[in-house]
T-cell receptor, first 112, second 121 residues
Framework: GESVGLHLPTLSVQEGDNSIINCAYS??????FIWYKQESGKGPQFIID?????DKRQGQRVTVLLNKTVKHLSLQIAATQPGDSAVYFC???????????FGKGNQVVVIP | DAGVTQSPTHLIKTRGQHVTLRCSPI?????VSWYQQVLGQGPQFIFQ???????GRGNFPDRFSARQFPNYSSELNVNALLLGDSALYLC????????????????????FGSGTQLSVL
């Protein structure tokens, strides 16, 4: 069953501000975590990933933090832009197999 | 370069019918996975195929089946459609299979198509 969930269903953020999206997971044996962005009418788009042996990884305007102690994953978006408006999913690769388990998603709305 | 392509984009069926959804992976990608996304939910894993063999199956009934062809394209088949099968069906491809515990391979990244929106009436 699903082991990945998100704390907040909707996040409204002013353009230019930073956004933080949180995700809790319950499968302590998962070894790989990914954030995806999904815009209306499109498939999920890869944003950034992180292995379980890391606690932070940075990309362009995005940072993923992994706290294995509390089984928490977060995505930080710097200087949020209108194009960042979308649903964001966290996903984990489950122990012993090669499938991804996705959370329910978190809607981000950027206010111009 | 073409991404993952899926056809058709939209489909309307009635209960009890059969449906076939098609997916062409990114050129050179050998692994294809299928996911079901119900409105308001995250994608749910259905199948993974790698080198034409089933490598993983999610918690879906036997009405769901799939196959992968020599050119690595794939079909998802659903028999005896139910209203609850209405969803966005996503295909994703990756260069390699990607397995838990193995060293990170950047080629494991999943690239998704735009999906087939299936409505069962």
């Amino acid at each position: 069953g699903e082991s990945v969930g998100l704390h907040l269903p909707t996040l409204s953020v002013q353009e230019g501000d930073n956004s933080i999206i949180n995700c809790a997971y319950s499968n302590s044996a998962s070894d790989y975590f990914i954030w995806y962005k999904q815009e209306s009418g499109k498939g999920p788009q890869f944003i950034i990933d992180i292995r379980s042996n890391m606690d932070k990884r940075q990309g362009q305007r995005v940072t993923v933090l992994l706290n294995k102690t509390v089984k928490h994953l977060s995505l930080q978006i710097a200087a949020t832009q209108p194009g960042d408006s979308a649903v964001y999913f966290c996903a984990e690769r489950l122990y012993g197999n090669n499938r991804l388990a996705f959370g329910k998603g978190n809607q981000v709305v950027v206010i111009p | 370069d073409a991404g993952v392509t899926q056809s058709p984009t939209h489909l309307i069926k009635t209960r009890g019918q059969h449906v076939t959804l098609r997916c062409s992976p990114i050129s050179g990608h050998k692994s294809v996975s299928w996911y079901q996304q119900v409105l308001g939910q995250g994608p749910q894993f259905i199948f993974q195929y790698y080198e034409k063999e089933e490598r993983g199956r999610g918690n879906f009934p036997d009405r769901f089946s799939a196959r992968q062809f020599p050119n690595y394209s794939s079909e998802l088949n659903v028999n005896a459609l139910l209203l609850g099968d209405s969803a966005l069906y996503l295909c994703a491809s990756s260069l390699v299979r990607g397995v838990w515990g193995e060293p990170l391979n950047l080629n494991e990244k999943l690239f998704f198509g735009s999906g087939t929106q299936l409505s069962v009436l």
